[in-house]
């Protein structure tokens, strides 16, 4: 006889409580309602009292069900999960199914109106959940490290790639509703510590380590699922710093982050002094940017405090706070270190809020590489290099209609990060024949002879020129 968790997981994928199951069952329109706090749609949708549909009321909408055949209710009410009343139950966790396939426990949404977040509130799987996951690189390897766990969801993602997973967290609550999330998507062998920051693995090291930290920059650590109690941006800067004594040679760290903007400070300068001096080479990359007033209500309205008597207070204090501060913006991004050994790292900060290919972590390595390689190369080695343009560089002409020569001209990449170059007539010129055959210097010389640019001149700029190309991923170096 299975254990109640392996009895529920068996009870769960039978009624087809899957992440397609819920979207199929609920449709566009109740899914968009719910994101809006808006309950009636998806009600209507589950009301026909079928495995589904009351697995979805139960675990997903949070409202009391008769309880379904087969559910070991005794079982689950003991484990905390569920509170009975004569024949209906409902649930006291959210349970919700993962684009893993796996299952994510944590505590029940709070929607407006609902009592007020309990300090130690374990979030559930959410964008930031899926955003950390998609950034995280595919690569496999040996010991994994997932700091501030909470319910567990990059363990999900990590199982099946790494051969080794420690999963920390402050918050005992969280830990105790991992370790279920774990058991309900037949995880084992999980090693799950509780502790601040890096304390739980001290003299440790790692091939990864993963975090979507509590980055939210608040006048005091209200809730630990998304405040440290560090000062301001505190945690992830020290994240950051600690980070490269966790790492094995060859190791890379991946988080998210918030980082504040301060009047008078240029946000690539924090968040680049952040990663200079750790040894690492390091990628960080602002997704987007709030005012203070944006950011105070985004994370009230999280926490369902509009409309409760201490609003206006709280919004006030935050604000005010921001402003002593100097504050003009808080900023979200990515970061990434790599221990590449190079005595020479390079940190890039770069703004970049386009749309990219997902999942990043299927090319974030190369990112890093390109970025080092353009740093550490010297000119010599640049012309003596044989590029390759990347694949998927497109270029695109625009000019006046008839004109012989284009206005202008951009490389752009229809993969990856997406990114897009203006260039000059030599660059493009490049883009169509480097494919790894020859070294740059003999290319240039051929295209000032068809060009009738003097050679000298060409291979005088095409360094400084190219340099950020290669490091941008619109030309590698190759290797073959
Ligand atoms: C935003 S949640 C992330 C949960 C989950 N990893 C995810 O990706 O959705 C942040 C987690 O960090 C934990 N945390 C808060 N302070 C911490 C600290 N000082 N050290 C380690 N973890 C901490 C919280 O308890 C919470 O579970």
Redo the contacts with the bound molecule.
């Keep these: 006889m299975k254990d109640p968790l392996g009895r529920l997981r068996d009870l769960l994928l039978e009624a087809g409580y899957t992440v397609e199951g819920v979207r199929g069952r609920l449709g566009d329109v109740a899914a968009t309602a719910l994101s809006r706090e808006e309950l009636v749609p998806a009600l209507r949708a589950t009301r026909d009292g079928d495995p589904l549909g009351t697995l979805i009321r139960l675990w997903w909408l949070g409202v009391p069900v008769e309880a379904p055949a087969g559910l070991p209710v005794a079982e689950l009410a003991r484990m905390g999960l569920l509170a009975v009343d004569g024949s209906r139950i409902t649930a006291e966790v959210h349970l919700q199914p993962w684009e893993t396939g796996g299952y994510v426990v944590s505590d029940r949404k709070v929607r407006p109106g609902d009592p007020a977040l309990r300090a130690d509130h374990?979030?559930g799987?959410?964008g930031?959940?899926a955003n950390?996951a998609q950034l995280v690189t595919r690569r496999p390897v040996g010991r994994a490290l997932?700091?501030?766990?909470?319910?567990g969801?990059?363990v999900l993602h990590l199982a099946g790639r790494a051969e080794e997973i420690t999963a920390?967290?402050?918050?005992p609550r969280?830990l105790e509703l991992a370790r279920m999330s774990w058991a309900l998507s037949g995880i084992d062998g999980v090693d799950a510590r509780e502790g601040?920051?890096f304390e739980p693995v001290e003299g440790e090291r790692y091939d990864l380590v993963v975090s979507?930290?509590?980055f939210v920059i608040s006048p005091r650590g209200r809730f630990?699922?998304?405040e440290?109690g560090f000062e301001a941006d505190g945690?992830c800067r020290d994240l950051v710093r600690r980070a490269p004594r966790f790492l094995n040679p060859g190791g890379t760290c991946q988080l998210l982050a918030n980082w504040l903007h301060v009047a008078g400070e240029d946000w690539q300068d924090r968040v680049g002094g952040w990663l200079a001096g750790t040894g690492c080479d390091g990628w960080a990359v602002q997704r987007d940017v709030q005012d203070p007033a944006e950011y105070v209500e985004l994370w009230l309205r999280d926490a369902a405090e509009q409309g409760t008597d201490r609003y206006r207070e709280l919004y006030d204090d935050w604000l005010g706070w921001f402003e002593a501060a100097g504050v003009t913006g808080v900023g979200f991004g990515w970061i990434t270190l790599h221990d590449s050994g190079s005595l020479d790292p390079v940190v890039r900060a770069e703004e970049y809020g386009r749309r990219v290919e997902l999942p990043v972590g299927g090319y974030v390595d190369e990112v890093l590489g390109s970025i080092a390689d353009a740093h550490r190369l010297s000119d010599a080695e640049i012309l003596a290099a044989r590029l390759v343009v990347a694949d998927g560089v497109v270029e695109e002409r625009t000019g006046p209609p008839g004109a012989e020569d284009p206005s202008t001209i951009v490389l752009r990449q229809t993969r990856g990060l997406c990114r897009s170059a203006r260039v000059g007539t030599v660059e493009a010129a490049l883009a169509g024949v480097c494919d790894g055959d020859y070294p740059l210097a003999p290319l240039l010389a051929a295209i000032a002879d068809l060009t009738g640019e003097s050679a000298d001149d060409l291979l005088a700029k095409a360094p400084e020129v190219l340099r950020p190309l290669i490091a941008e991923g619109f030309f590698h170096i190759s290797t073959g």
């Design positions: 374990v979030v799987a959410g930031a959940s950390l997932d700091l501030g766990t909470g319910c969801v990059q920390t967290d402050v918050n969280a601040s920051l979507n930290p509590p630990t699922y998304r440290s945690f």
